[in-house]
Nanobody, 115 residues
Framework: QVQPVESGGGLVQAGGSLRLSCAAS????????MGWYRQAPGEQRELVAT???????DYGDSVKGRFTISRDSAKNTVYLQMNSLKPEDTAVYYC?????????WGRGTQVTVSS
C-alpha cells in the first residue's frame, strides 16, 4: 500500500496563504492521480483539487483562482498552494493517492482560517 503523509496545515488569518504537502510513503510506478479533498464540520467531503500523472488538473469551484495544485512525480509528492484564504476554507484537508485501481487516503491536516 501507498500511505499518503500530509504536512503544512495550521492557523492563518483571512487573506493569508498556506502550502500543503503530501508525500507517498513509498515509490510506486502505478501512481496516477493525486489530490486533495476537504471536510468541514457537519459537511460532506468535497473536492479541492486533483492532478493526473500527465499534469491535468481539476479544481473545486470554490477554490478556482485561489489554490494551485502541483506535483513532483520523481518524489511522489503533491503540493497545494492556498492563497487568499477565507474563513470558509476552514476544514480538515485530506490527501488522496490513486495507485493502480486503489485510492489511499491520508489522515488529514487541519487548516483553520480566522476572520
Amino acid at each position: 500500500q501507498v500511505q499518503p503523509v500530509e504536512s503544512g496545515g495550521g492557523l492563518v488569518q483571512a487573506g493569508g496563504s498556506l502550502r500543503l504537502s503530501c508525500a507517498a510513503s513509498r515509490t510506486s510506478f502505478r501512481i496516477n492521480a493525486m489530490g486533495w479533498y476537504r471536510q468541514a464540520p457537519g459537511e460532506q467531503r468535497e473536492l479541492v483539487a486533483t492532478i493526473s500523472r500527465t499534469g491535468t488538473t481539476d479544481y473545486g469551484d470554490s477554490v478556482k483562482g485561489r489554490f494551485t495544485i502541483s506535483r513532483d512525480s520523481a518524489k511522489n509528492t503533491v503540493y497545494l498552494q492556498m492563497n487568499s484564504l477565507k474563513p470558509e476554507d476552514t476544514a480538515v484537508y485530506y490527501c488522496v493517492i490513486r495507485d493502480g485501481p486503489n485510492d489511499y487516503w491520508g489522515r488529514g491536516t487541519q487548516v483553520t482560517v480566522s476572520s
